[in-house]
Structures are given as structure tokens and as C-alpha cells.
């Protein structure tokens, strides 16, 4: 049986390849019937990217020869150039598309980020706040431990100060003074 294919040639990297009428039973690339034209999918510039010689495979479609699906597509876009602008506008758009998601994605990880560093932020703000208010406490507790000590002090002093003042009260009542004496 006859089947109208693609036999790859070219370069490694750099495909090319020639639409061919061969015996399906051949390898790919092994020797064929007719060469039908070719197709270099990596033409850049003002490279011809697909030549087909159409007579010739109407020719060999009316011997009963069986056409790829590739091939098939590549006639399609031979015949209708504008099939190849619109799958290149659809690659595009889809290409956009998928560039746009991974923006979002990659905004909504930034925003999450963001907000987990102001919780932690604020998380680290409220514990150095409970530590000065911890620390304020105690400033507060020791100054009135001291305060409760200088009155105590202060107190006890009071007392000592008005039991001196007592005996010096008594034993001038009880000594009479030089002036009492030689009074006397």
C-alpha cells in the first residue's frame, strides 16, 4: 500500500522534512517513490516553509494512496494559509493567558507573604509592648517595695527621734539644772 508521509532530514535541532509517496511498509526515512514537496517547521524570515506540488498528490490520492494526519493538516494549511495564522494567534492568546495566571498566582503569594510578615510585625510589636508593660510593672512594684521601705525608715526614725526627745524631756524634769540649784 502507498502512503503519503513526512520523512525527516536536516540537522539535529534543526528538522526538515520532505513529503514523500513511499511503501508503508519502508522505515520513515528509508528510500520512496516520489518526493511530493517539504516542510521546514523552523523557516525564519523569507524561508518557504511549505511547497506541495498538488497535482501529484491528487495523482496519488486517485492510486488509492493513504494520507498521514500531519499531512493532511499541512494541505489544509497549504490551500488556506490563514489556518496557520489562526492556530499561531490561538498559541498566542493561550500563551497570554497562562502568563497572566502565573502573574496572578505570583501576586497572590506576595500579598500573602505581605500580610505574614505585618502579622508577625505585629505579633513582634505586641510582645516588645507586653515586655516594657511587664517591665514598667516592676519598675512600678520596686519603687513602691522602696518607697514602703524610706517610710518604714522614715517612720522608725519618727520613733526614734520622739523616744530621745521623751528622755530628754524626762531627765531634765528630773535633773535640776544649774540655775535650779543655785536657786536653791
Request: hydrophobic content about 35%.
Amino acid at each position: 500500500m502507498v502512503k503519503v508521509r513526512l520523512a525527516r532530514g536536516g540537522a539535529k535541532k534543526k528538522p526538515f522534512y520532505s513529503i514523500v509517496a513511499t511503501d508503508s511498509r519502508k522505515r520513515r526515512d528509508s528510500g520512496y517513490i516520489e518526493r511530493i514537496g517539504y516542510f521546514n517547521p523552523v523557516a525564519r524570515g523569507q524561508e518557504v516553509r511549505l511547497s506541495l506540488e498538488e497535482d501529484r498528490l491528487d495523482y496519488w490520492v486517485s492510486q488509492g494512496a493513504q494520507i498521514s494526519d500531519r499531512v493532511k493538516q499541512l494541505v489544509k494549511e497549504y490551500k488556506d494559509p490563514s489556518i496557520r495564522d489562526k492556530r499561531i494567534a490561538a498559541q498566542e492568546a493561550k500563551a497570554k493567558a497562562v502568563e497572566a495566571k502565573i502573574a496572578a498566582e505570583a501576586k497572590a503569594k506576595a500579598d500573602e507573604e505581605s500580610k505574614a510578615a505585618a502579622a508577625a510585625k505585629a505579633a513582634e510589636e505586641a510582645e516588645v509592648k507586653a515586655a516594657e508593660e511587664a517591665k514598667a510593672a516592676e519598675e512600678a512594684e520596686s519603687n513602691a517595695e522602696e518607697t514602703e521601705a524610706v517610710a518604714e525608715e522614715t517612720e522608725a526614725k519618727a520613733e526614734e527621734t520622739e523616744a530621745k526627745a521623751e528622755e530628754a524631756e524626762e531627765s531634765t524634769e528630773k535633773e535640776p539644772t544649774k540655775e535650779e540649784k543655785a536657786a536653791e
